[in-house]
Each structure stands twice: as C-alpha cells, then as structure tokens.
C-alpha cells in the first residue's frame, strides 16, 4: 500500500490513513498486525478502549521500528476530572511498552479541566514524550478555550465525519488555524454504505462503497482511521490510493451531508454514561 501523509502544523508526519481499534477487543492483536501487514503506519487507540497493550504487543511483534508507526492515544474524561492526566498519560505509555506516543488527544473537551488538561498536554509535548498533542470532540467553543489558554496550538482535532456529517463549518475554522481534521466513524459505522448515491459510484469507479467513502474523505483533506478487525476489510480499506474522484463526483458526495451524528454529540457529552 502507498502511504500518503500530511505534516501536521510542528512539521510531524502523520498517515492520512490509520486503523481505527474501538471496541475490537480480544481481536485487537490481530487487527493491528493484519493493518500492519497491510501498510498501515497509524493506529488509533485510546486508555477508554482497554487495548493499548495489545496495540502495543502487536506493533512489538511485527518487527517494523517503533519510529516507522505513528501511535495515537488519548486522555480520558475521568483523568481529567480527578486531576490525574499525568499519571494517566505515563500508563498509556507503559500499557503501550514505549517511551513516547506520535499524537495524544483530549478524548473530549470536560468543561471543568479542559485548559488545566491542556497545559498538561503542553508539558509532555515539552518533555517530547509525545511528538505532537490535539484535541478530540471539539466543536468552536471548546476550541476557543483552549487556544485562549494556549501556548501550542493543537496539532489536531478527532471528531464525527462521514457523509452525513461532513462537518464543514468546524473544518474551515480548524483548517484557519492550521489544526488537521482526523475523522473518527469515517464510514458512519457503516451505516452510510448503502447510500444509493455511494452505491452508483462504487458501481461506476469499481470500488466498494467503504473505498467511495474513504477516498473521499482524504481527497477533501481529511485524517481516516476506519476500523475492522477483518484482514479483509482492512485491506479493502486501504486500497484508497489507487484513484481519484472527478471534482462533479466530490460535490455530489459532499451534497450527501444531513448534520447526522451516529455517536455522541460534543455538544450533550456530559451526561453520557460511558
Ligand atoms: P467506522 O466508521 O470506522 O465503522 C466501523 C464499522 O464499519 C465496522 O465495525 C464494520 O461494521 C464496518 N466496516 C468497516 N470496514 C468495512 C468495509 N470495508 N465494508 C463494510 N463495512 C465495513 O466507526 P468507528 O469504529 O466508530 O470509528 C473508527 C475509529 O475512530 C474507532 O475505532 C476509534 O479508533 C475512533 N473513534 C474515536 C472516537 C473519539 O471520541 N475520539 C469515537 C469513536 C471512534
């Protein structure tokens, strides 16, 4: 597979493709050295998905050096609230077995530590224990807050986009300020793959309808990590460099949107139960 990446606002290199782990479980070991096998260079974790070392055993276990894969993780709600975000940052690292991650992400923006937890972010990226820090779930005004207290702009902001969220507004505003978007549920969880719309251009491009999504979701600048932990799939998912959509057929897909979020909303966090 060819690798494409984008250099993040420090200069660091991060794969424009990653493979997704939430909620792969037992299976996650494999998933990652199927990925692995296939090219990939990214792997999305985070200490929610109790799979950090698993994640970390499968890199390990590949033989590829640890510098050639780009390793994200994330600072959970609870270690926000209690104030442990370092403690919880030096487990991720042991859980992972390496002494740095690639990108570390505040899973999302918890009203009562969000600066506090940012200035913690900026000190691991000071002490370079992690190559480039960002933000998750982050709508404008959680951005703001944290740009207001800022030294280090983040490198990136993880939320909900496929097609029917294709989050337009929030990527104008991040991309002005040089935040790279990574999108998290970037096939919908699946749910958007039989869009008649998506089925006529798989049909007509040869290309399953995941490829469809994908490939547009990078040509329209975008960070992916689908996730599956079937090497079948996970190859299909990465075989997204191969061929472009004509500028009609981006516009047709971006026309796709509905403002639909499958997860949660940024917006209503707070009161889910995890
Ligand atoms: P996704 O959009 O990647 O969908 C995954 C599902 O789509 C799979 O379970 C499978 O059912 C299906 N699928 C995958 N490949 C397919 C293919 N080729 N053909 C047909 N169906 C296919 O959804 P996701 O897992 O929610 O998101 C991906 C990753 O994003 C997660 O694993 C996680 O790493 C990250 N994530 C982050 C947050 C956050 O709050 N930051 C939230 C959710 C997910």
């Not at 606002?9 to 299976?27: A, F, I």
């Not at 902001?157 to 507004?169: F, I, M, T």
Request: charged fraction near 25%; proline fraction near 4%; charge should be negative.
């Amino acid at each position: 597979m060819e690798q494409e990446y984008k250099i993040l606002n420090n200069g660091v290199k991060m794969p424009v493709l990653g493979l997704g782990v939430y909620k792969s479980g037992s299976d996650t070991k494999q998933a990652v050295k199927a990925a692995l096998a296939a090219g990939y260079r990214h792997i999305d974790t985070a200490a929610l998905y109790q799979n950090e070392d698993l994640v970390g055993e499968a890199i390990r276990e590949s033989g590829i050096p640890r510098e050639e894969i780009f390793i994200t993780t994330k600072l959970w709600n609870d270690d926000m609230k209690n104030g442990t975000q370092m403690e919880a940052f030096e487990n991720s690292l042991k859980r992972l077995g390496t002494d740095y991650v690639d990108l570390y992400l505040i899973h999302w923006p918890v009203s009562e530590a969000l600066e506090q937890s940012w200035k913690v972010l900026e000190q691991i990226y000071r002490e370079g224990r992690a190559r480039a820090i960002g933000v998750s779930n982050c709508h404008m005004q959680h951005l703001m807050r944290v740009l207001a207290a800022a030294t280090v702009v983040p490198a990136v902001n993880q939320v909900e986009s496929h097609p029917y969220l294709n989050q337009k507004p929030l990527k104008t505003f991040c991309n002005n300020l040089s935040i790279a978007m990574e999108a998290w549920s970037p096939l919908g969880r699946g749910k958007v793959l039989d869009d008649p719309l998506i089925a006529s251009l798989s049909a007509s491009y040869n290309k399953t309808p995941a490829q469809i999504v994908l490939r547009w979701e990078i040509q329209n600048n975008w960070i992916v990590i689908p996730k599956s932990v079937h090497k079948a799939r996970i190859e299909e998912n990465a075989a997204v460099f191969d061929f472009e959509l004509s500028r009609e057929d981006m516009e047709r897909m971006d026309g796709l949107n509905r403002d639909m979020h499958f997860g949660t909303d940024p917006d209503h966090f707070e009161t889910r139960q995890w």
